[in-house]
């Protein structure tokens, strides 16, 4: 009975993953694939040369990029700020603004969008500017503080207050005591923060669309727009260096949090 479990568990588990990762296959192998449809004609590194070539596409994937790590720079300072605030708040006050801080998370981004839409649109006739790089900036950064605030308060409810206070008693100024011991203490959950605002933001889509005005592209409208004629094989090359960055980056965080974890283990048996 239980070798049927295993193998019913292992079924399953496998049904899910090639769920989850089949069409991401089929984009890696057709990002190598020498003809210009789903149909094999070859080996070829072609369209990722051609990706390199294609100056609208580099525009807009460097329009993202910048957008997604500045976006995530600010709001990784701006919602850790804001969930040390709220954690200092006690009782019902805490769970009230916290409470607060996660409506953009569970709202609709067309809300989000089309509200930021008419904030800048209002904004823009009373101080003569138009929506671009700027407004879409603004818009990447609201919504991503909340995941950050989401990531940071975990780490600052486990940390042990003594330890600050030990600090401060030790000799340290307040802002010293709050970069060794605090900063040092939540550390993962603002590098998880940024993280989730920098895949958030090099993703959105409907946001961007109500905010980005008439002459500013990043790469999800660009290829919104490419829908209309038809979608080129160099954003199969374009989505496979991207899914590999993520990847190569994801494991590089597992790795540094599998040497703390160890190190801190170590630590520990060594005091023992």
Same mark, same amino acid.
């Given at each position: ?135 879409? *900036? ?6 991503? @503080?909340?995941?950050?605030? /989401?990531?940071?308060?975990? &780490?600052? #409810? =486990? ?78 090359? *374009? ?6 960055? @993520?990847?190569?980056?994801? /494991?590089?965080?597992?790795? &540094?949090? #599998? =040497? ?13």
């Amino acid at each position: 009975m239980k070798k049927k479990r295993g193998i019913s568990s292992k079924l399953y588990i496998a049904l899910i993953m090639i769920f989850m990762y089949a069409p991401i296959v089929v984009m890696i192998i057709a990002s190598f694939n020498k003809g210009n449809t789903i149909a094999w004609k070859g080996f070829s590194l072609k369209w990722y040369g051609e990706l390199f070539k294609d100056k609208a596409l580099m525009g807009a994937l460097l329009n993202t990029l910048s957008i997604a790590v500045l976006a995530s720079f600010f709001s990784t300072i701006l919602g850790t700020a804001a969930a040390i605030g709220i954690n200092n708040f006690k009782g019902k006050s805490r769970a009230i603004i916290q409470n607060v801080s996660n409506f953009p998370i569970i709202s609709p981004d067309i809300v989000m969008g089309v509200s930021l839409m008419l904030l800048f649109t209002f904004l823009g006739n009373i101080f003569r500017f138009q929506m671009g790089y700027g407004t879409v *900036l603004i818009s990447h950064i609201c919504f991503c @503080v909340p995941f950050v605030v /989401l990531n940071v308060i975990p &780490r600052l #409810r =486990r940390m042990d207050q003594s330890v600050y206070d030990a600090a401060l008693d030790l000799g340290c100024n307040e802002w010293q005591a709050f970069y060794k011991v605090v900063i040092h203490e939540i550390i993962p959950g603002i590098v998880s923060g940024f993280l989730m605002s920098f895949t958030y933001s090099l993703d959105d889509f409907i946001i961007t669309h109500f905010t980005q005005g008439a002459k500013f592209q990043n790469l999800s409208t660009e290829i919104y727009a490419m829908l209309r004629r038809k979608i080129p094989p160099t954003i199969n090359a *374009l989505s496979t260096l991207l899914f590999a960055a @993520v990847i190569i980056i994801m /494991l590089l965080i597992n790795l &540094r949090d #599998r =040497r703390e974890e160890k190190m801190k283990a170590d630590t520990y048996t060594n005091t023992k």
